[in-house]
C-alpha cells in the first residue's frame, strides 16, 4: 500500500510537472433542451444547450484538454461540432453526424474529450446534424498559454461578437419540407448579433445588443459567423477596424472599416474608441454579401456602441444622441470579397512561422458548385422532369450514410458503406464559369479521398457557373490549410502556380470560393482520421456539397488514431 502511495505520488508530481506545460483539464456540461424564445414579437420553442441562446462561451488556454458532457434531452437526434480544433489524434470527438460518430439519441449523452494543441485564439462549437445549428452556437476563446502574450496591443476587454441567423418558423420543418418538395427552403427573417436583432426589425429595439467603451480604450472584437446560409459584411459606423486573427491563427494586422467573414470563420479585430467622449452613439451593423441567384435575407442587423458618460458629459441628456449608420458595400460585391480576402496573410515569424508544404505529394481539382437530380418516383418535385436542385463536389453529390464513416474505417468494415474511388478532377472539362453545359444532372454516391500519413496535398477548387456562380465558404474539418492564391474565370494551371504565395499565406479552416472563380489550399495530411469537407452555407451541404478525406494510420504510435471511447453513440 505504501508502495502504491508512493508510485501515485510520483505519478502526481509527474503530472503536475506535465500540467504545468501542458495546461489543465477544463469540464463542461451541455444539456441539450427545448427553451420557449421570443424574438421579432414571435415566440418559439427552440434547441439550445443549458437554456441558453446563443448558447455558453467556452474558454480555455492553449494546451489544455476539455472534457465536454452532453447530454440529449429533446427529440433530435444531435451532435456538436468544435469548429477549427485541430482535434489531433481525437477525430472520434469532432462531431459531424454520421462522418465521426453516429448522433447521440434522445436520454442518451456522450462525452466529448479533446486537447487544444498549438491553437489560440477565437472558434466556435455548433450542432452538426440537419439545420440544429440555427440556435445551438456558442463561442470558443482560446488564450495563450501562461504568461504568453499577443503579439498585438493587449486590449483593455475582449467581447465575443457571434452573428446569427433567425427564422420565425421552425427550421428543422423548413429544410425537411424543402427536401421533400425539391424546392430551395424559405430563407430567414433577420440576423442577430449575440442573440438579438436589433432596431432595424419589427418591434425588436428592446433586442439590441449593446457594446459599452470607454474613450481612449482598445477592445477585441471576437466576431464569429455562426449563421447558417450568409457571408456577411460587417461595419462599425465611424471607427478603424485592425483585423490581428482569423481561424485562431494570428496575421500580419491590417486596418479596415470592412470586415467581410463567411460562415464557419472567425476573426479577431481591434477596435480603438476615439480619444474624446462623441456625442453620438455608433451602429454596429451586419447584412449579407450574397452572389448567388437565389433570393437571399436582404435584412440588416444592428447593435449599437455606446460611449461611457465622462464626467463632464453626464449633466447632458445621453438618451437623445444621435445614432450614426455604418454605410456597407453593395450586397454582390465580388471584387470587394475578393480584395479582402487577399489582405490575409500569416505572421511568419520565427515564433509563429507559416509552415507552408514546400513540396506537393498529391494535387486535386475540385469544381464545387450547383446541379440537378432526379427526385424519387413516389416523390413529385418542382424542378423540370421531376428533378430537385442539388449540390456537389467534382460532380458527387454527397449520400450521408446511416452508421459513421469513421467508425466503417477504423474497423475495417466500409464495405457497403463508402468507397475511396473519389475522383481527383471533373468527370468532363467545360468552360466552368462560362456558358454551363447542357447536361447538369450531377451523380450521387458515399466516395471518400483515401491519403496515406502525412502526404502534402494541393486543392484547388473551382466555382461553376451552373445554376449562377456563387461563393461557396468551404470547411475542412482536422486540419488548417494555407490559401495560397484566387482568381476569377477559370484555374489556368500553367499560369496561375506561378503567382502563389508560398511566403506568408494564410492559415485557415474555412475559405470562400470567390464566385465565377478558384481558390488554391495546401494542407499536411498528419491527423489520421476521416475528415469532412463540406460548404459552410447549411442549404448547400443539405444538397449534397461535401465530402471526406480518410486519412491512414502512420507507423508510429502518435501517428495512429486510438481505438474510439466506451461512450461513443451508435446508430
Not at 515564433?351 to 481539382?365: I, L, S, W
Given at each position: ?68 458532457k ?22 472520434w470527438?469532432?462531431?459531424?453526424a ?35 445549428r ?59 448579433i ?24 482598445t ?15 460587417f461595419?462599425v ?103 479582402f480576402?487577399?489582405k ?8 509563429f ?64 458503406v ?120 447549411e ?31 451508435k446508430?
Amino acid at each position: 500500500m505504501a508502495l502504491f502511495l508512493a508510485l501515485s505520488v510520483v505519478w502526481l508530481l509527474s503530472d503536475l510537472a506535465f500540467a504545468k506545460h501542458a495546461g489543465i483539464t477544463r469540464h463542461y456540461k451541455f444539456d441539450i433542451k427545448m427553451q420557449s424564445v421570443t424574438r421579432l414579437c414571435q415566440t418559439k420553442n427552440i434547441v439550445t444547450v443549458n437554456g441558453q441562446f446563443p448558447g455558453p462561451r467556452i474558454i480555455a488556454r492553449e494546451g489544455d484538454r476539455l472534457l465536454i458532457k452532453v447530454v440529449n434531452h429533446v427529440k433530435y437526434n444531435v451532435t456538436i461540432h468544435w469548429h477549427g480544433i485541430r482535434q489531433i489524434r481525437s477525430g472520434w470527438a469532432d462531431g459531424p453526424a454520421y462522418v465521426t460518430q453516429c448522433p447521440i439519441q434522445t436520454g442518451q449523452s456522450y462525452v466529448y474529450n479533446f486537447t487544444l494543441t498549438g491553437q489560440r485564439g477565437t472558434l466556435f462549437w455548433h450542432a452538426h446534424i440537419s439545420w440544429l445549428r440555427a440556435t445551438l452556437y456558442g463561442p470558443i476563446v482560446i488564450l495563450p498559454k501562461k504568461h504568453a502574450s499577443y503579439p498585438f496591443p493587449h486590449p483593455y476587454k475582449e467581447v465575443p461578437i457571434v452573428f446569427g441567423e433567425w427564422w420565425k418558423a421552425d427550421t428543422e420543418t423548413i429544410i425537411n419540407q424543402a427536401m421533400t418538395t425539391g424546392g430551395a427552403p424559405n430563407i430567414s427573417d433577420a440576423f442577430t448579433i449575440n442573440g438579438l436583432p436589433g432596431p432595424s426589425y419589427n418591434c425588436s429595439a428592446k433586442d439590441t445588443f449593446k457594446l459599452k467603451v470607454k474613450a481612449g480604450k482598445t477592445y477585441l472584437l471576437r466576431l464569429v459567423n455562426a449563421a447558417l446560409n450568409d457571408e456577411l459584411f460587417f461595419r462599425v459606423a465611424n471607427h478603424t477596424l485592425t483585423v490581428v486573427e482569423a481561424d485562431a491563427v494570428y496575421v500580419k494586422p491590417f486596418k479596415t472599416d470592412i470586415v467581410l467573414i463567411t460562415p464557419g470563420q472567425t476573426t479577431n479585430v481591434l477596435l480603438r474608441a476615439k480619444s474624446k467622449t462623441p456625442s453620438a452613439k455608433f451602429a454596429m451593423s451586419a447584412r449579407p454579401y450574397a452572389t448567388g441567384p437565389a433570393t437571399f435575407d436582404n435584412t440588416t442587423t444592428i447593435g449599437i456602441l455606446e460611449y461611457e458618460k465622462s464626467a463632464s458629459a453626464s449633466k447632458s441628456n445621453h438618451k437623445n444622441l444621435p445614432l450614426l449608420k455604418a454605410k456597407l458595400p453593395q450586397f454582390n460585391d465580388s471584387s470587394y470579397a475578393m480584395k479582402f480576402q487577399r489582405k490575409f496573410r500569416s505572421l511568419a515569424t520565427a515564433k509563429f512561422p507559416a509552415k507552408v508544404p514546400k513540396n506537393v505529394d498529391r494535387r486535386f481539382f475540385f469544381t464545387v458548385g450547383l446541379g440537378i437530380l432526379p427526385c424519387s418516383k413516389n416523390q413529385t418535385c418542382q424542378g423540370p422532369n421531376n428533378t430537385r436542385p442539388a449540390a456537389a463536389v467534382n460532380n458527387v453529390s454527397f449520400v450521408q450514410p446511416n452508421i459513421a464513416l469513421l467508425q466503417a474505417h477504423f474497423f475495417n468494415k466500409s464495405k457497403g458503406v463508402y468507397t475511396t474511388n473519389f475522383p481527383t478532377k471533373p468527370p468532363f472539362k467545360f468552360n466552368y464559369t462560362g456558358t454551363p453545359p447542357k447536361n447538369i444532372m450531377l451523380s450521387s454516391g458515399t466516395k471518400l479521398v483515401a491519403l496515406p500519413f502525412n502526404i502534402s496535398v494541393e486543392l484547388v477548387m473551382q466555382d461553376t457557373s451552373i445554376l449562377g456562380a456563387e461563393s461557396h465558404p468551404l470547411h475542412l474539418h482536422g486540419f488548417n490549410f494555407f490559401v495560397l492564391g484566387q482568381g476569377v474565370g477559370n484555374f489556368d494551371p500553367k499560369k496561375d502556380p506561378a503567382k502563389f504565395n508560398l511566403v506568408d499565406p494564410a492559415e485557415r479552416n474555412t475559405v470562400g470560393v470567390p464566385a465565377g472563380g478558384w481558390v488554391a489550399i495546401r494542407f499536411l495530411a498528419d491527423n489520421p482520421g476521416v475528415w469532412f469537407m463540406h460548404c459552410h452555407l447549411e442549404v448547400h451541404t443539405s444538397w449534397g456539397l461535401k465530402m471526406a478525406w480518410v486519412v491512414n494510420d502512420g507507423k508510429g504510435r502518435k501517428q495512429k488514431l486510438p481505438p474510439p471511447p466506451a461512450d461513443l453513440p451508435k446508430c
